[in-house]
């Protein structure tokens, strides 16, 4: 007796689900495919049937959650999008060649970077990236001098009247030791970037603000420079939760320290970056920061 083969799965379908998961909307998924609500309700409603099983629930004022099967999904679905969009790349796009230019502070090389050079070099196996790891203000500078084709950078690097994409926002947090408890001291001391630092002047005004002591006994030029002191008990920092190393954490809000001010990471592009290379990495990097942060 044969067996009959399984029934595939359209990608469009699950590219559908994933969007309406990631957006936690019916309307905004839809934005995002170029299609109607009423279509991208189809596609989920298809999805379902072939499946049969639900995996996403309309709960009042349209908010959309996802089942059980359909968190089991999603993870899965991801997957399968990524290997379908670089096979299709592979052999659809158009061929390129060369070299990009990339900028990134040293912050953000770590975190992000290994997931973008290796879904780019997935889908792009003949170009070259030429990385820069330095400061956001240097990448900056060689960004405006034509140095670079993209940069990251934190926001407040940026150059006034410079097109910028946001590829995140969220608070700045006092971060300290989960050993020790150098927030507890006063004068307050401080492991902060060195020269002109946007969360640098963010923590400085938050506690000038508020009148509280504190003493600068820590620079560096990189954040894992200044994790170091804190992950020691000697001081406190300032940066985004998203970047913290074990050992670390932030400080709750009853804890004495002022609130701090959003920032956010941005992608600048040269005014005349090598093309069409340079919107090709571009487009990589703000989809692989939108997977990397879904979880904060």
Not at 29 to 54: D, F, K, N, P
Not at 64 to 90: C, F, K, M
Request: one cysteine or more; hydrophobic letters at 40%.
């Amino acid at each position: 007796m044969t067996m009959s083969a399984p029934l595939g799965i359209d990608p469009d379908l699950l590219r559908a689900f994933a969007y309406i998961a990631e957006e936690g909307s019916f309307t905004r998924a839809a934005e995002r495919v170029g299609r109607t609500q009423s279509a991208v309700s189809m596609q989920v409603q298809r999805l379902e049937s072939v499946l049969g099983q639900r995996v996403l629930l309309r709960g009042k004022g349209g908010a959309v959650s996802l089942t059980p099967h359909g968190q089991y999904l999603l993870e899965r679905s991801r997957e399968l999008l990524a290997l379908n969009d670089a096979i299709w790349s592979a052999f659809r796009a158009p061929s390129m060649q060369g070299t990009v230019r990339l900028g990134t502070p040293d912050d953000y090389a770590l975190r992000y970077l290994p997931a973008v050079l290796k879904r780019f070099a997935d889908t792009h196996p003949a170009v070259d990236v030429e990385v820069t790891c330095a400061s956001s203000c240097e990448c900056v500078d060689k960004l405006r001098a034509g140095e670079l084709d993209l940069t990251l950078c934190s926001e407040g690097n940026e150059p006034l009247r410079w097109p910028a994409v946001e590829l995140w926002r969220g608070p700045l947090h006092w971060i300290t030791s989960m050993r020790h408890a150098p927030h507890r001291l006063d004068p307050l001391p401080l492991a902060l970037a060195s020269g002109n630092c946007s969360w640098r002047a963010a923590a400085l005004r938050a506690l000038t603000g508020q009148g509280r002591r504190y003493r600068i006994a820590y620079t560096s030029a990189t954040l894992a420079g200044t994790h170091a002191p804190v992950l020691a008990g000697l001081a406190v920092t300032a940066s985004p939760i998203t970047l913290l190393p074990e050992g670390l954490r932030a400080v709750q809000a009853g804890e004495g320290l002022p609130e701090l001010e959003e920032t956010g990471i941005l992608l600048l592009k040269a005014r005349e970056p090598r093309q069409p290379l340079t919107d090709a990495l571009a487009d990589h990097i703000t989809e692989t920061f939108r997977a990397e942060l879904r979880r904060f």
